[in-house]
């Protein structure tokens, strides 16, 4: 098995006590996900918990999102440089969406989807479906 080769940033989702802390506010705002990430939002317009991601290696890089982070993004940040698919299945499988470098997508629920094998599938949600990622 290959091993993930982005870091899941420790401050980010610490657990205290059984509670989540986020480590960007609430109502983040894009330039709120530090460059060099990729930040996923649990909910829509970069609100809710955050699951930051660093990338630590070279490209490209693809992961499985930790269990507790699956299917749990409505809205992401791409602050890597590099381009980045978000893939509804573990090890890259089901469809996918393109996130193109700097890019902010504040609502998962209308977005180009892809087929597995990169054709078009059409204009659907991909909220709350992210369960492995691809940088570069």
């Known amino acids: 098995m290959r091993s993930c080769k982005f870091s899941i940033i420790a401050a980010t989702a610490l657990a205290v006590g059984g509670t989540l802390l986020p480590a960007v506010p609430a109502n983040a705002a894009p330039s709120d996900c530090n460059a060099g ?3 996923l ?4 317009n970069f609100t809710g918990a955050v699951y930051e991601y660093m990338y630590l290696t070279p490209l490209p890089d693809c992961f499985n999102v930790p269990p507790t982070h699956n299917d749990r ?3 992401v940040i791409n602050n890597t440089g590099q381009p980045v698919t978000l893939h509804q299945d573990y090890h890259q499988n089901g469809k996918f969406i ?7 997508i504040a609502r998962l629920d209308g ?3 892809y087929n597995q094998n990169a054709t078009y599938f059409g204009w659907n949600t991909f909220n709350d479906r992210t ?4 940088v570069g």
């Open 41 to 44: 939002f649990t909910d829509y």
């Open 131 to 134: 369960s492995s990622i691809c």
């Open 98 to 104: 393109f996130v193109t470098r700097g890019e902010s």
């Open 37 to 39: 990430r990729i930040c």
């Open 111 to 113: 977005v180009p989807i």
């Open 73 to 75: 993004a409505s809205s």
